[in-house]
């Protein structure tokens, strides 16, 4: 691609995600938000107490709440231990119960990681496919030029990848399309997230505008980006007005990455 091919697919590609998320959320993303208002959040505490029992977990929840699912957890299935919160009503000094709440301590709990369970399927995210072929090493490569280190751990998971400043760690046994995708977003952190700017942005903002420089650049070597990125960027609230702001910032760096991994051809 020549120097102007690059910029058009890319305000190409950044007009396309405008559009979909004018369009509002997709039934894929809705389904999935109800889905998750349904499962309870975790504290640090229980998450490390889940990955030491079971490393691969990536959605657990109590053996009612996948009842409500239609999913069943499989008999003789080992539950995996949590701590629970005990909540009371405080009572005031006449020994009547005031509305005040507070927490009398915690007792164990179990849950269960669906894996252990059978039944209806679960709504899932729409995700990006196709083949990246030699993009991927390109890629790759272009991510050590800027003197970061790529690993791979399903210690980070339910996340695909991380970026932590000099260093990204991707999921194991992505897809084709998922690893190219997740590395273009990660490295997008890096390029434009582990800097000093990092202090002047939101998480909703550096998630917006890591996962729309993934989508351009998907776009732009040819993958079905179905509707994963407007989801995903629908997910941490960024809209249309969000992605304008960060425009200059999104485009010079999809163009940065496209013009590495797709070489000018020298005869055109």
Known sequence: MT??????????AITTLISNLEQGHSDCLVRYLQAMSRFHRYSWNNVLLISLQRATATRVAGFQTWHRFGRFVRKGEKG????????????????SESEAKRLFGFRAAYVFDVSQTDGEPLPEFATVQGDPAEHTERL?????EQRTALDYSDDIRP?????????????????????????????????????????????????????AVAFV????????????????????????????????????????????????????
């Open 159 to 211: 996340a695909l990848g991380v970026s932590r400043g000099g260093a990204i760690t991707l999921a194991c046994g992505l897809s084709p399309a998922q690893e190219f995708s997740t590395l273009a977003h990660e490295l997008a952190h890096e390029k434009l997230h582990r800097t000093e700017r990092r202090t002047q942005t939101t998480k909703m903002i550096r998630e917006t505008e890591a996962e």
């Open 217 to 268: 650049v998907c776009r732009a070597i040819g993958l079905d980006t179905n509707t994963a990125s407007s989801d995903y960027i629908s997910l941490y609230d960024g809209n249309r007005d969000t992605l304008t702001a960060s425009l200059d910032f999104i485009q010079s760096t999809a163009t940065a990455i496209l013009r590495a991994i797709t070489p000018e051809d020298p005869l055109r």
């Open 140 to 144: 790759k490569a272009f991510v050590s």
């Open 3 to 12: 120097h102007s091919e690059v910029k058009q697919v890319a305000e190409d």
């Open 80 to 95: 995996i231990v949590i701590l629970a919160p005990l909540v009371g009503k405080k009572k005031s000094e006449d020994d």
